[in-house]
C-alpha cells in the first residue's frame, strides 16, 4: 500500500455511534494529521498527533499512533449526522516544504 | 479568523488552453502549496513555494505547470496547455513560516478539461 492508506474505504453507522478510520503509512514522519472533506468542498484540519505523542484529544475526536506499526487510527465518539464526510490522513515527512501525502480517505455515512 | 481564499470556484476550459488559478494565502503566511484531486482519488501534492522559489515539486509538476506569486498577495497555479487529465479538484494552501506542522487550505478550484 501507498503512504497514508485508510481503512476502511467507506464506512456507515447510526447517529451516536462510534467511528473508527485507520491510516498506515511507510516511511518515517515528523507527524500524522486529519482532515475531513465534506463532498466536493475544501479540507478541514482536524487534528494533529506527532511522532513522539501516542495518544491526543480533541473534543469528540481521539487519535493514537503507533510508530511501530505505522498506524493511526481516529475515533469519532457520539457520531452526528453533521459528521457525514470524507476523512483523510496526511503524513509529514520533514523536508524542505514539509509537503503532505495524503491517503485515499474514509468516507464516513452517519445516519440519523 | 484569516482564510485562504480561491477563485474561480470553477473554471471550466478547452483541451489545450492554458489557466490560471488563483489564491490569497493568510496574510502573515510565507510558505505556499498547491495540491491536486481528481475526482475520487488521494489528495496529491504538487509544489510548494517559499522565498519566491519553488521549495519541493513532485513528479506531476512538469514544465506545463508554473507558479508564481506576482504581488504581495496573491499566489497563482498556471496551466500552459491543459490536457483532459488535468481535469481535478486544485487546492492552494499555506502556513507560517514558524508553525511546520499546520497548513490552511483554501476551499478549491474545480478544474473541468473538455
Known amino acids: 500500500s501507498q503512504q497514508g492508506e485508510e481503512d476502511p474505504q467507506a464506512l456507515s453507522i447510526q447517529e451516536g455511534e462510534n467511528a473508527t478510520m485507520n491510516c498506515s503509512y511507510k516511511t518515517s514522519i515528523n507527524n500524522l494529521q486529519w482532515y475531513r472533506q465534506n463532498s466536493g468542498r475544501g479540507l478541514v484540519h482536524l487534528i494533529l498527533?506527532?511522532?513522539?505523542?501516542r495518544e491526543k484529544h480533541s473534543g469528540r475526536l481521539r487519535v493514537t499512533l503507533d510508530t511501530s506499526k505505522k498506524s493511526s487510527s481516529l475515533l469519532i465518539t457520539a457520531s452526528r449526522a453533521a459528521d457525514t464526510a470524507s476523512y483523510f490522513c496526511a503524513t509529514d515527512r520533514y523536508n524542505a516544504g514539509n509537503m503532505l501525502t495524503f491517503g485515499g480517505g474514509t468516507r464516513l455515512m452517519v445516519k440519523p | 479568523e484569516p482564510e485562504v481564499t480561491q477563485t474561480p470556484s470553477h473554471q471550466v476550459t478547452q483541451m489545450g488552453q492554458e489557466v490560471i488559478l488563483r489564491c490569497v494565502p493568510i496574510?502573515?503566511?510565507?510558505?505556499f502549496y498547491w495540491y491536486r484531486q481528481i475526482l475520487g482519488q488521494k489528495v496529491e501534492f504538487l509544489v510548494s513555494?517559499?522565498?519566491?522559489?519553488?521549495?519541493?515539486k513532485s513528479e506531476i509538476f512538469d514544465d506545463q505547470f508554473s507558479v508564481e506569486r506576482p504581488d504581495g498577495s496573491n499566489f497563482t497555479l498556471k496551466i500552459r496547455s491543459t490536457k483532459l487529465e488535468d481535469s481535478a479538484m486544485y487546492f492552494c494552501a499555506s502556513r507560517r513560516l514558524a508553525d511546520t506542522d499546520t497548513q490552511y487550505f483554501g476551499p478549491g478550484t474545480r478544474l473541468t478539461v473538455l
Open positions: 498527533i506527532r511522532s513522539n505523542e
Open positions: 513555494f517559499y522565498n519566491n522559489e519553488i521549495s519541493e
Open positions: 496574510s502573515n503566511h510565507l510558505y
